[in-house]
Nanobody, 127 residues
Framework: QVQLVESGGGLVQAGGSLRLSCAAS????????MGWFRQTPGKEREFVAA????????DYADSVKGRFTISRENAMNTAYLQMNTLKPEDTAVYYC????????????????????WGQGTQVTVSS
């Protein structure tokens, strides 16, 4: 079983940057596809970015493409989300998610396909 802990959220002005980290416990992190999702009150959890365990595949929501970058360091059991040129509409609670897979290139855009979740970290972008 994997436990996930996010960090790096905070308050930033529009146009600024933040880097979120997701630290994972467990011996097989390198075989987990990782994803970032976000949620605002009253709305469904929304896909942001995902990366396969091989790091060979990444995918992004259209709303963040070109501004956000997902990465991972398997040796450190950590996944990252670098967020640049932040906008007020990026304000949300950001969650890290994981799912084990036998496929090196697998990624999971649907939040219901992910098995493990962190507690979330708040990102607030002021205008």
């Amino acid at each position: 079983q994997v436990q996930l802990v996010e960090s790096g959220g905070g308050l930033v002005q529009a146009g600024g940057s933040l880097r979120l980290s997701c630290a994972a416990s467990g011996p097989t992190f390198s075989r987990y596809s990782m994803g970032w999702f976000r949620q605002t009150p009253g709305k469904e959890r929304e896909f942001v970015a995902a990366i396969s365990w091989s790091s060979g595949n990444t995918d992004y929501a259209d709303s963040v493409k070109g501004r956000f970058t997902i990465s991972r360091e398997n040796a450190m059991n950590t996944a990252y989300l670098q967020m640049n040129t932040l906008k007020p509409e990026d304000t949300a609670v950001y969650y890290c998610a994981a799912r084990s897979s036998i496929f090196a290139g697998a990624i999971y855009r649907d939040y219901r396909e992910n098995d493990y979740w962190g507690q979330g970290t708040q990102v607030t972008v002021s205008s």
